[in-house]
Each structure stands twice: as structure tokens, then as C-alpha cells.
């Protein structure tokens, strides 16, 4: 394991954490602020708006940058935006602190995964990107459950305190030892628009957002799905969680090597096609081990999912390699925000218990969109710097 990817990893580990770790305390975080559960997973909600609309704009004003400095800046807005959740005073400051930490992490990740590819021989592409993605599993793995132990002695806003922490550290891992990296070829937000209005492209894009709809659908609200069917709270959510991360590390690793071997859509189909079956068995897994070994084997599949879809999008159009990331990153967000919001609101209006069923049929969607005959593309000449531009 390369020691710059690594790095690269550790910081994508604090994103993760912020991201992750708000579903299992929405039930204390509700109460500490006042408001409904369903309000609460707004706050997952919105974070992943901003950073779906924010991704490609700042991507945009930022893309002759230093990738370095940028992704240590970037780091700490991010962590920023969690100190002002530890101490936001109302559910309005909460909403504005969820905003300022998705416009660090809307530059972070794709840079990250753009970053991870220029420093990797082109043979070793997908697991450079599968390392950097597994930041966000072993996310899953060790700050989750974690983060849900330390909600439980102090509250929920020491855990922001520790994503500050987190994110202060993998600030100044960038900043000391990752080399400078520059991606040439910056296009405007215009030319991004285009590159995503293109068919093969636009397609790619929009199945990524409604995979991720189907996931946020159960994902956000895991800890009141998980309490309805099988009774599991507390101690029982932490270790579900842990096997969750467990789970991600062991799926990245493995989709990696697939990604390598039998190409993006193949690994794509297999772990989506495994989603859409696992999800609904949620709802019969009346009791803890059952519902961890369904969240393991949902795990390991859903963890090939993001970067086999950015090796789909880079072999559509190898010319615009972190450009598509960043698009990539937003329909991935935009498709988290979408479902967190649909989510809320199927949970008021026909129960927790629909969740997995409507997550399944978005899941199948997506596989049958996946699975359609392809049309083959032109090919386009790619150089090794031309392959990144931003």
C-alpha cells in the first residue's frame, strides 16, 4: 500500500466518519435539538446537497490548483464546519454547520480520487481508487461504531469533537506528506456541464444517483429501522455498525481487485443485484445476529459499488478522468441528499418498515439500466496527463 495513497485514505476516514455517523445517533441528536427524527435526517440531507451542487462549481474556480494545498485547505473548512455542529445552540446553527463541512468535503473527495489515480501506474487504477474509497469503509469499521460509544457517555456533540480531531490530523498528513501535484487542463463549469449533458455520460451519472437514493433510503435511518424490526439499540447499533465497516474494508479490498480484472459494470451489476435482494430481508432479520449477517454480506457488496462507477465513467471519456470524478461525486451526493429527504418522508407517512421495500425497487432500476445492451463510443486518444484533466 503506497504510503501517499494511504494518507489520501486517512483523510477520506474523517469524511466518512461525518458522513456515517449521524444515522446511528439520529435518536439522541433529535432529542438534544428538539425536533423530529425525520428533521433530524435532514441534517444528512442537507449536507449532501450542498455537496452535489457545490462539487463541480468549486471543482471549477479551483481546478490550476495545487492539489496538495487544496486538499489541506479543504480539510480545514471540513473541519470547521464540524467544531461549529459541536456547539451549534439550535437546530437552524446545526443546519449552517452541515453546510460549511459539505463544501470542505465536496473539493476533498473527488480531488482525492483524482489525486490517487495520477500518483498510480494506469494498471493499478482501480485499486488506487478502491483505497481511497475504503477511507470512507474503514470509516464505517473503526469511527462509527466508535463515534456511537462516545454519543452514548457524552452525547452527540462530542462526537463532532473527535471528526474535529480527525480532521486536523489528516489536514496536516496532506500538508506534510503528500507531494505537490498539479492536473492540467482545468475546464470551465460550462465545458462540466457539457461533458455531463453527453448521453453515455449523463447515463452513468444518473444511475449512480439513484443507487445512492436507494442506499440513503435505509441508510439515514438505519437506527429506527433496525429498532422496529429486530429491537436492536444501543450497544447491539454499535456492533451492527461494526460489522457494517467490517463489511466495507473487506468489500473495497476485494471490489479493487475485481474492478482490475472484470471491469467496472460487472462488479457494478453483481453488488447492486446484491443490494436489491439484501435490503428487503432486513425486514425478517428479527434479531441481532440475523441482522448482522445481512448488514456483512449488504456490506462487502455495496463497497464495490462508487468506484466501479468511476472506472465506468473514466472509460467512457478517459480525456476528462477528474472532471467525471467530480461529476461522479456529485450525483453520488445528490442521490444521498434525495434520499435522506424521500426517506423522511416515507418514514411519516407510511412507516419506518416501507423503507427497504421502495430501496429495493430503486436498486432494481438501476440494475436494469445497468444490464441494457451498450453502444459502443468512439474511441477517444487519451494521454496519461490528458486522462486527468479537472
Given at each position: 500500500?503506497?504510503?501517499?495513497?494511504?494518507?489520501?485514505?486517512?483523510?477520506?476516514?474523517?469524511?466518512?466518519?461525518?458522513?456515517?455517523?449521524?444515522?446511528?445517533?439520529?435518536?439522541?441528536?433529535?432529542?438534544?435539538?428538539?425536533?423530529?427524527?425525520?428533521?433530524?435526517?435532514?441534517?444528512?440531507?442537507?449536507?449532501?446537497?450542498?455537496?452535489?451542487?457545490?462539487?463541480?462549481?468549486?471543482?471549477?474556480?479551483?481546478?490550476?490548483?495545487?492539489?496538495?494545498?487544496?486538499?489541506?485547505?479543504?480539510?480545514?473548512?471540513?473541519?470547521?464546519?464540524?467544531?461549529?455542529?459541536?456547539?451549534?445552540?439550535?437546530?437552524?446553527?446545526?443546519?449552517?454547520?452541515?453546510?460549511?463541512?459539505?463544501?470542505?468535503?465536496?473539493?476533498?473527495?473527488?480531488?482525492?480520487?483524482?489525486?490517487?489515480?495520477?500518483?498510480?501506474?494506469?494498471?493499478?487504477?482501480?485499486?488506487?481508487?478502491?483505497?481511497?474509497?475504503?477511507?470512507?469503509?474503514?470509516?464505517?469499521?473503526?469511527?462509527?461504531?466508535?463515534?456511537?460509544?462516545?454519543?452514548?457517555?457524552?452525547?452527540?456533540?462530542?462526537?463532532?469533537?473527535?471528526?474535529?480531531?480527525?480532521?486536523?490530523?489528516?489536514?496536516?498528513?496532506?500538508?506534510?506528506?503528500?507531494?505537490?501535484?498539479?492536473?492540467?487542463?482545468?475546464?470551465?463549469?460550462?465545458?462540466?456541464?457539457?461533458?455531463?449533458?453527453?448521453?453515455?455520460?449523463?447515463?452513468?451519472?444518473?444511475?449512480?444517483?439513484?443507487?445512492?437514493?436507494?442506499?440513503?433510503?435505509?441508510?439515514?435511518?438505519?437506527?429506527?429501522?433496525?429498532?422496529?424490526?429486530?429491537?436492536?439499540?444501543?450497544?447491539?447499533?454499535t456492533l451492527v455498525m461494526l460489522v457494517s465497516g467490517v463489511a466495507g474494508v473487506i468489500g473495497t479490498a476485494v471490489a479493487g481487485r475485481a474492478i482490475d480484472a472484470y471491469g467496472g459494470r460487472r462488479v457494478f451489476a453483481v453488488a447492486v443485484g446484491a443490494a436489491a435482494i439484501g435490503t428487503p430481508l432486513?425486514?425478517?432479520?428479527?434479531?441481532?445476529?440475523?441482522?448482522?449477517?445481512?448488514?456483512?454480506?449488504?456490506?462487502?457488496?455495496?463497497?464495490?459499488?462508487?468506484?466501479?462507477?468511476?472506472?465506468?465513467?473514466?472509460?467512457?471519456?478517459?480525456?476528462?478522468?477528474?472532471?467525471?470524478?467530480?461529476?461522479?461525486?456529485?450525483?453520488?451526493?445528490?442521490?444521498?441528499?434525495?434520499?435522506?429527504?424521500?426517506?423522511?418522508?416515507?418514514?411519516?407517512?407510511?412507516?419506518?418498515?416501507?423503507?427497504?421495500?421502495?430501496?429495493?425497487?430503486?436498486?432494481?432500476?438501476?440494475?436494469?439500466?445497468?444490464?441494457?445492451?451498450?453502444?459502443?463510443?468512439?474511441?477517444?486518444?487519451?494521454?496519461?496527463?490528458?486522462?486527468?484533466?479537472?
Amino acid at each position: 500500500m503506497p504510503p501517499r495513497l494511504l494518507i489520501l485514505a486517512v483523510a477520506a476516514f474523517a469524511i466518512g466518519v461525518d458522513g456515517f455517523v449521524v444515522a446511528p445517533i439520529l435518536p439522541e441528536l433529535s432529542r438534544e435539538l428538539g425536533v423530529s427524527e425525520a428533521a433530524a435526517g435532514q441534517l444528512i440531507t442537507i449536507f449532501t446537497l450542498v455537496y452535489a451542487i457545490a462539487a463541480p462549481v468549486l471543482t471549477s474556480l479551483t481546478g490550476k490548483a495545487n492539489r496538495k494545498r487544496l486538499l489541506a485547505i479543504t480539510l480545514l473548512v471540513f473541519t470547521a464546519g464540524n467544531a461549529l455542529s459541536a456547539v451549534a445552540p439550535s437546530y437552524p446553527v446545526m443546519m449552517a454547520s452541515r453546510v460549511i463541512a459539505a463544501l470542505g468535503a465536496a473539493l476533498y473527495l473527488p480531488n482525492a480520487s483524482g489525486t490517487a489515480v495520477v500518483l498510480s501506474p494506469p494498471e493499478r487504477s482501480g485499486r488506487a481508487l478502491a483505497l481511497v474509497m475504503g477511507g470512507l469503509s474503514a470509516a464505517g469499521l473503526i469511527g462509527v461504531p466508535f463515534g456511537t460509544v462516545v454519543a452514548q457517555a457524552v452525547g452527540p456533540r462530542g462526537v463532532f469533537w473527535m471528526i474535529v480531531l480527525l480532521g486536523l490530523l489528516a489536514s496536516a498528513g496532506v500538508a506534510v506528506f503528500l507531494p505537490s501535484v498539479h492536473l492540467p487542463g482545468a475546464l470551465s463549469l460550462r465545458e462540466r456541464l457539457a461533458m455531463a449533458a453527453r448521453p453515455s455520460i449523463a447515463g452513468l451519472l444518473a444511475v449512480t444517483a439513484v443507487t445512492l437514493l436507494g442506499a440513503y433510503m435505509v441508510m439515514t435511518y438505519v437506527a429506527p429501522l433496525l429498532r422496529e424490526t429486530a429491537g436492536i439499540a444501543g450497544r447491539g447499533l454499535t456492533l451492527v455498525m461494526l460489522v457494517s465497516g467490517v463489511a466495507g474494508v473487506i468489500g473495497t479490498a476485494v471490489a479493487g481487485r475485481a474492478i482490475d480484472a472484470y471491469g467496472g459494470r460487472r462488479v457494478f451489476a453483481v453488488a447492486v443485484g446484491a443490494a436489491a435482494i439484501g435490503t428487503p430481508l432486513l425486514l425478517f432479520a428479527h434479531n441481532l445476529v440475523l441482522a448482522g449477517v445481512l448488514i456483512f454480506a449488504m456490506g462487502v457488496a455495496s463497497a464495490g459499488m462508487v468506484p466501479a462507477q468511476q472506472m465506468r465513467l473514466m472509460a467512457a471519456a478517459p480525456e476528462a478522468g477528474t472532471l467525471l470524478l467530480s461529476l461522479n461525486s456529485s450525483a453520488l451526493y445528490l442521490g444521498m441528499s434525495a434520499g435522506g429527504g424521500l426517506g423522511g418522508a416515507l418514514l411519516t407517512t407510511l412507516g419506518v418498515t416501507a423503507l427497504p421495500w421502495c430501496a429495493a425497487a430503486v436498486y432494481l432500476v438501476a440494475l436494469l439500466v445497468t444490464l441494457l445492451p451498450r453502444r459502443r463510443a468512439a474511441a477517444v486518444p487519451a494521454s496519461r496527463s490528458g486522462a486527468m484533466r479537472t
